[in-house]
């Protein structure tokens, strides 16, 4: 079987982005994600986004390096974007919706040189989160502040 994938970068983050318009989406994510994520013995990436295309509404399914699934990443957003745009043939200005675990959000390209683009995503609203169970046993320094999110998905910030 051969597979095409596309490896992105966005703020630090790196992903590897299937258009399943290539073959089954049923497939097993989870299992390819922990394959295709690894570092040592895979290509390597923080996590494998499954693309959907349908003109500017996009799908998104983010599945991290250990095989488990988040609702949301503003980083793998921006790439899955990069990914549908430049499949596309997108231009500056170009927006689009994308159906996330998280809900719907919208993804504007800003600029463009070629392989780089500048995404903006709207992430919906910010709100305050209880700290997260056992999050003491982290040992975090306490002259690091940390405050406790919600942008559709949690985050623990530090200051």
């Not at 997260?132 to 559709?152: F, I, K, Q, T, Y």
Request: hydrophobic fraction near 40%.
């Amino acid at each position: 079987m051969i597979v095409h994938l596309s490896k992105h970068h966005g703020l630090g983050n790196d992903f590897l982005v299937y258009d399943y318009a290539q073959g089954d989406p049923g497939a097993p994510w989870s299992e390819l994600a922990k394959r295709w994520c690894a570092r040592s013995t895979g290509i390597g990436a923080d996590g494998l986004l499954v693309l959907g295309t349908g003109g500017p509404r996009l799908s998104m399914r983010l599945f991290n390096a250990d095989g488990s699934i988040a609702e949301m990443s503003g980083n793998g957003i921006r790439c899955l974007v990069q990914a549908a745009h430049h499949k596309l043939g997108g231009v500056n200005g170009a927006a689009y919706e994308v159906d996330t675990d998280a809900g719907l959000r919208t993804a504007e390209v800003i600029a463009t040189d070629g392989h780089t683009i500048e995404v903006r995503v709207e992430m919906g609203p910010v709100s305050d989160l209880a700290e997260p169970e056992n999050w003491a046993a982290l040992e975090c320094d306490p002259m690091r502040p940390v405050r406790h999110l919600s942008l559709g998905n949690p985050h623990s910030v530090v200051g």
